[in-house]
Each structure stands twice: as C-alpha cells, then as structure tokens.
C-alpha cells in the first residue's frame, strides 16, 4: 500500500468522524431548543418525546449519511 492510499484513507476516515460529530451536535442542539419550547407551550408529552426523537430516532434515520458505504 502507497502512502497516498494510506493519507486518503485517513483523510476519509477524518471526515466520515467530523461529519459523525456534526449531525449529533446539531441533533442534540434541536433536541434541547425543542424541549424548552414545548416546556413553555406547556405540551410536556412533546417535551419527554423530543430527545427520543431526536437522538434516537434522526441518527437512525441518518445512518447511511453517516457511514455511507463504500
């Protein structure tokens, strides 16, 4: 194996990680805006329901974005 497959495959290997870490944050990050909006709408259902949706469910969803194949 070349050093070149070996640096592309870590280059791949970096943003297949960044962009990992990227869709939770911004999952996470709306699973919270979603819980205090609810909170304060009083639809406390909604606000239990939100972190399962968006941190269980949405990655789920999003698995091939994430771990595309090769």
Same mark, same amino acid.
Request: net charge positive; glycine share 4%; aromatic share 14%.
């Given at each position: 194996?070349?050093?070149?497959?070996?640096?592309?495959? @870590?280059?791949?290997?970096?943003?297949?990680?960044? &962009?990992? @870490?990227?869709?939770?944050?911004? +999952? @996470?990050?709306? @699973?919270?805006?979603?819980i205090?909006?609810? /909170?304060?709408? &009083?639809? /406390?259902?909604?606000?239990v329901?939100?972190?399962?949706?968006? +941190? +269980?469910?949405?990655?789920?969803l999003?698995?091939?974005?994430?771990?595309?194949?090769?």
């Amino acid at each position: 194996m070349s050093s070149f497959d070996k640096a592309f495959d @870590a280059g791949r290997n970096a943003v297949r990680n960044r &962009r990992t @870490a990227l869709l939770l944050c911004v +999952l @996470a990050f709306m @699973a919270g805006l979603t819980i205090i909006q609810e /909170y304060s709408e &009083r639809h /406390y259902i909604l606000a239990v329901l939100a972190p399962v949706f968006f +941190l +269980l469910v949405m990655p789920w969803l999003g698995w091939r974005w994430i771990k595309p194949r090769d």
